[in-house]
């Protein structure tokens, strides 16, 4: 009886590694903003970062989180699930929020202390990384610096502070790439292609 149960119970489902998926979401969509906070382009075409804050950095960053749950990985869940409520947030924030906001000195308080939040739980989300790998944790300590400057930038305001977490970004995104593109080169030439520096 007990060999007729196994025989019947379905294999199990195994799925593929969302955190490439979640990392290209999460460097695609820094690196469009950063270049204007960085002041690399005209900021009267910065909403351009909106849709990409949307679907990609969002919501394709959401579902490798759920992902990442259904994998049984903590920390990827933990960190796609909330950084793709972070660009999500940032697109209601930037669409909806700040327009009404214009006319109150003080709406860029509020921004800060919306950065200053993201900067707390990125750098505890650096301690958990230091078990994961060190292309993670370059992220996850590049982006809590970031934040950090982003948020410092705008309770100011300051906008040499602003510029300078921009240019951080940009290497963000350039590091969040990197492990991206690791991860899935890995998968498709079925060994590593570039190091990640896993933790042991």
């Known amino acids: 009886m007990a060999t007729e149960q196994s025989a019947a119970s379905p294999a199990p489902v195994e799925i593929a590694d969302p955190a490439p998926l ?26 351009v970062v ?33 950084f793709g409520a972070f660009w999500l947030a940032y697109y209601f924030l930037a669409k909806d929020v700040l327009p009404g ?3 109150n000195p003080h709406e860029h308080q ?18 958990a990384a230091l078990r994961v790998s060190g292309a993670v944790l370059a992220v996850f300590v ?10 410092a930038g705008s309770f100011g305001p300051y906008d040499s502070v602003t510029k300078a977490g ?3 970004g940009l290497l963000t995104a350039v590091l969040a790439w990197y492990a991206s ?12 292609i570039l190091p990640t520096w896993p933790a042991r």
């Open 110 to 127: 509020g921004v800060g202390l919306f950065l200053l939040a993201w900067t707390i739980f990125t750098a505890y989300m650096s301690v």
């Open 166 to 168: 921009g240019w951080l």
């Open 50 to 82: 909106l849709p990409l804050a949307l679907a990609y950095g969002g919501v394709a960053q959401l579902l490798a989180g759920m992902w990442e749950f259904r994998k049984g990985n903590t920390f990827g869940a933990t960190a796609f699930s909330s």
């Open 101 to 103: 906001l214009d006319s």
């Open 181 to 192: 593109f690791a991860g899935v080169t890995a998968y498709t030439f079925k060994r590593p």
């Open 22 to 47: 979640g990392l290209a979401g999460f460097a695609m969509t820094t690196f469009v903003l950063s270049c204007f906070n960085a002041n690399l382009l005209d900021a009267k075409v910065g909403a």
């Open 142 to 151: 590049s982006l809590t610096v970031t934040f950090a400057l982003l948020a």
